[in-house]
């Protein structure tokens, strides 16, 4: 993920490193980490900065493996997110600042029939508050309350019609909140797993959702 300073090119590597147990509480903690390269000039190499996290119980005992990363739109906030054990990880850093602190997290167990899977994360250009994710059968949107350090998931369509193979989806960034920003598209490919349009042998859908008081 690349950050959008024009001045810099800000990138994100994930890099999982462990010590210890993670959820045992009689063993040593386990901790990650995510690291953060800036590219100051051309003659001058990437400098690294490294996003330290310790996992609570709720993430279970076993790794996490961040695989998809996002910068806000102002490059201050860096989200990763792990959704391939049986534990759902979102964790959001304030990366800009010196201490690089934990802003908010959520843990979720993976459930057969309703995983939440992840291609891409986003934030919402004009909310640092709110992200959306699409994957595989999934498109939700996230609630960040950084008072409480907690993301709280909502969806975005009805059960019913979520179904599909969601391969992408982006803001539509205007040029003010009345305009671009307050939609998001979503883009379908392959099969679906909604009955009837599997019958149809239709896959493919571009939807464009609107933000409205309560989200999108």
């Not at 800009?96 to 997290?105: I, L, N, R, S, T």
């Amino acid at each position: 993920a690349t950050g959008s300073a024009a001045a810099t090119a800000t990138v994100a590597a994930v890099a999982a490193g462990a010590v210890g147990g993670g959820g045992d509480p009689d063993g040593p903690e386990m901790s990650f980490h995510v690291s953060v390269y800036k590219n100051v000039n051309v003659s001058l190499a990437f400098q690294k900065k490294t996003l330290s996290f310790t996992p609570p119980a709720a993430a279970g005992p076993g790794p996490i493996v961040f695989t998809k990363v996002a910068f806000s739109h102002d490059s201050k906030h860096l989200v990763a997110v792990a959704d391939e054990g049986n534990i759902f990880s979102m964790v959001i850093w304030d990366w800009a600042k010196q201490d690089g602190k934990v802003v908010a997290q959520t843990h979720l167990e993976q459930k057969d029939g309703a995983r939440i899977n992840v291609t891409r994360v986003r934030f919402n250009p004009s909310d640092k508050g709110h992200l959306t994710t699409s994957g595989p059968y999934s498109l939700r949107q996230w609630t960040v309350d950084s008072s409480q350090q907690t993301i709280a998931p909502k969806g975005i369509l009805p059960d019913n019609k979520a179904k599909e193979n969601f391969v992408d989806h982006a803001w539509m960034v205007g040029r003010g909140a009345a305009e671009g920003d307050r939609r998001m598209v979503a883009v379908t490919d392959g099969p679906s797993a909604h009955d009837n349009l599997a019958k149809d042998g239709r896959g493919f859908f571009m939807m464009i959702f609107e933000m409205g008081e309560s989200g999108l």
